[in-house]
């Protein structure tokens, strides 16, 4: 019998080393064995770059601002006449030919600041650029959103949220003592190496007296297979929680490279061509094994996700081959009621290599009122300092 095996229940340990809990002002509403709508958010963390992801592949400028990192036609998967994926997305496809996969084109911020800090900073609290808010946009929506269906647990974010340390909570600012954030950037940190269904013999590990925990149902195990890294891990441990109506309102997951550098995933100052595949690939196929985990345990329907960074990358490469920082991006939004395709417009290609245009089409403020009101049914007036429209992005 395995040391798993013997455990009728198990722990999932808080400790200030390995799991530190913070969270959302308001009620701590108490399990509910229904299902909820979830959310899961994907942070691409330094900035994917849009161009090379929803690939412009019948564009001239295109190919004579990026000499040496443009992707040819016959290296994209093509979805129309002008565009095609990058190939290292074709774990996705399925997806896009079943229509539950969205791309959002020319979304972002206008007047981003070339500083990670403050852009990062815009998106977790969904200020403009001249707005400085304390709260995160989640907290802020859940907490005016009562009706909002939520576990004993506001929220689970596995990897970093933040760029500086001393600020750590990303969306999730201004909390109290409800969110769960797991360190998996680093080799020595436990959920690097384990998942939650593996956790069972490690609850005296990195304990502490303050140490808190959440309790679940050994789950039972799944078909789907994972792949073996961070971000794989904390997909599955995803599923595993929604498996055992557990999983919060939202997950956020930190997508980086595997040894925590971002300028290694999609900060590509520089030889972008080594770096930005793999993490793509990474992306992929983590989201297409969710999508079958979650389909396997019968909540594909009820599970939205969606990519999100700081901002874009520039149209023109630069010397080191590699991209400095933009407005525009393109987003995926994924789930059983997406309804798939493109929305938005395709991103010019402009003469700018260091930051600057061209402007957003799409406010990324609007993705966050289409989860709010569509998804989650509440109310996004007072979420943010003006009124966004939601997208049109949802079955009913």
């Known amino acids: ?42 942070y691409l963390k330094g900035g994917n770059d849009g161009y090379n992801t929803l690939v412009p592949v019948g564009n001239a400028r295109y190919r004579k601002l990026r000499p040496t990192i443009a992707q040819r036609r016959d290296q994209v998967l093509m979805i129309n006449e002008s565009h095609g994926l990058h190939r290292d997305l074709a774990a996705l ?28 900073e815009m998106q977790f609290t969904g ?48 909390g109290s003592d409800n969110v769960g954030v797991i360190n998996m950037l680093y080799p020595n940190e436990w959920l690097m190496r384990h998942r939650v269904s593996d956790t069972a013999h490690l609850t005296t590990r990195k304990a502490s007296a303050s140490a808190k ?42 997508l980086n490279a595997e040894d925590g550098d971002q300028h290694n995933a999609f900060d590509t100052h520089w030889n972008q061509l080594k770096f930005h595949g793999p993490v793509l690939a990474r992306l992929a196929n983590g989201l297409a094994a969710f999508r079958a985990g979650m389909q396997e345990i019968g909540r594909w329907d009820d599970t939205l996700v969606f990519t999100y960074d700081e901002f874009g990358r520039s149209p023109k490469e630069n010397a080191e081959g590699g991209t400095h920082h933009g407005w525009s991006s393109v987003h995926l939004v994924l789930g059983g009621r997406v309804i798939g395709g493109l929305l938005g417009e395709a991103v010019p290609v402009v003469d700018v290599f260091q930051i600057d245009g061209p402007p957003p089409v799409i406010d990324y403020r609007a993705l966050y009122t289409t989860v709010i009101e569509k998804w989650w049914g509440g109310n996004a007036n007072g979420v943010f300092t003006k009124r966004f429209s939601p997208l049109s992005l949802l079955r009913t």
């Open 127 to 174: 200020a403009g650029p001249d707005e400085y808010l304390v709260d995160g946009w989640v907290t802020r929506a859940l907490n005016q959103n009562a009706s909002i269906k939520r576990t004993s647990i506001d929220a689970f974010a596995f990897g970093d949220l933040d760029i500086r340390e001393a600020d750590p909570m990303g969306p999730f600012r201004g």
């Open 93 to 120: 496809m399925p997806l896009w030919q079943d229509k539950q996969l969205a791309l959002l084109q020319g979304i972002g911020q206008q007047d981003v600041t070339n500083q990670h800090y403050r852009d990062a």
């Open 213 to 254: 925990s959440f309790t679940l149902d050994a789950p039972k195990p799944l078909k789907t297979v994972f792949p073996a890294d961070a971000f794989g891990n904390a997909l599955q441990s995803t599923v595993e929680l929604a498996a055992a109506s557990k999983a919060p309102p939202v997950v956020h997951i930190t």
């Open 1 to 42: 019998m395995s040391e798993l095996s013997r455990f009728n229940r198990r722990q999932f340990l808080y400790a200030s080393s390995a799991l530190a809990l913070t969270g959302l002002r308001g009620p701590n509403v108490a399990a509910q064995s229904a299902a909820h709508k979830l959310v899961v958010m994907v």
